[in-house]
């Protein structure tokens, strides 16, 4: 593990490869779980206010879930997530070509809206778990994941660098700089920073 500001980062983060590869897992993580997608607080007062520019991106069942459900919920974990249709797939999934995507994003690209998508979809497989004094930034491993992983290592890719864009856009350009001067450092002498 590692410190950064406020954060300890499972170093995982630094030396596992991930590369997402929609081709092979069609966007699974966005069907396949208990609950929906973990919100930050914040986020509940911005997919209220989005929902109707996001509305046309997203599928008929979609938004019945948004209607009925609202734009978030409450888990049976008492935890904030994104509503699900009957049980499965997350509200806000739309599909392109056979695989997931998320609606709210479309919206984003599309010039639409400023909210890209929950930060916890952003930033996955890193996870975060809040403390009283601290955030623990983990790499969350899942099965639906081996072609990632498999890619990641085809290409080359780190966890961190596949996440780079989500991680500077929730902890900074300086946070992401100074783990990759960590990486650098765990890289060169081959050690472990307790």
């Excluded at 879930?65 to 978030?72: D, F, I, L």
């Excluded at 695989?99 to 930060?119: M, S």
Aim: glycine share 6%; net charge negative; hydrophobic share 35%.
């Amino acid at each position: 593990m590692l410190q950064i500001d406020n954060t300890i980062v499972c170093l995982d983060l630094i030396e596992q490869k991930f590369c997402c590869d929609l081709s092979k897992c069609k966007g699974i993580c966005c069907i396949h779980g208990d609950s929906g997608a973990p919100l930050e607080e914040d986020e509940v007062d911005i997919l209220k206010n989005i929902f109707e520019k996001t509305k046309p991106f997203l599928r008929p069942e979609g938004i019945e879930a948004v209607k009925e459900q609202g734009t978030s919920v409450t888990d049976s974990d008492g935890d904030l997530v994104t509503p699900l249709i009957d049980g499965k797939e997350c509200a806000y999934v739309i599909f392109s070509n056979g695989i997931a995507k998320c609606g709210i994003e479309a919206a984003y690209f599309a010039g639409k809206i400023n909210f890209r998508k929950p930060i916890s979809c952003h930033l996955y497989p890193a996870r975060l778990t809040k403390y009283a004094e601290f955030i623990a930034v983990n790499y969350h491993r899942w099965d639906i994941c081996k072609h990632a992983v498999q890619n990641g290592n085809a290409i080359n890719v780190k966890v961190h660098d596949f996440l780079k864009e989500a991680l500077i856009r929730k902890f900074g350009n300086n946070w992401f700089e100074q783990l990759k001067i960590a990486e650098s450092i765990t890289g060169s002498s081959n050690k472990k920073i307790n």
